[in-house]
Nanobody, 114 residues
Framework: QVQLVESGGGLVQAGGSLRLSCEAS????????MAWYRQAPEKQRELVAT???????NYLDSVKGRFTISRDNAKNSVYLQMNSLKPEDTAVYYC????????WGQGTQVTVSS
């Protein structure tokens, strides 16, 4: 079983920065692809960024150049550094691990004010 605990969300003004963290725990965890998704009110959940166990990354077009995904395999953690935030980045952000059919975190709210 794998559990994910996210932290780092909050309220920030447009142009500001936030760093999200997600730590995985559980006896079955091993380095696999980890990702961040987000879901804004009345919108579908969308993939924001992914990172494979070997460091390969992929980003949603609208966040390229502003967001950076990273991971620390020793800490079973993945991070999302978000810079130059925009009001349209407001959403609940979810951590995801590609294990056991997919494991989700509880979500952390990010609100960007204009």
């Amino acid at each position: 079983q794998v559990q994910l605990v996210e932290s780092g969300g909050g309220l920030v003004q447009a142009g500001g920065s936030l760093r999200l963290s997600c730590e995985a725990s559980g006896s079955t965890f091993r380095p696999v692809t980890m990702a961040w998704y987000r879901q804004a009110p009345e919108k579908q959940r969308e993939l924001v960024a992914t990172m494979t166990s070997h460091g390969g990354t992929n980003y949603l077009d609208s966040v390229k150049g502003r967001f950076t995904i990273s991971r620390d395999n020793a800490k079973n953690s993945v991070y999302l550094q978000m810079n130059s935030l925009k009001p349209e980045d407001t959403a609940v952000y979810y951590c995801y691990v590609a294990l056991l059919g997919g494991v989700w975190g509880q979500g952390t709210q990010v609100t960007v004010s204009s």
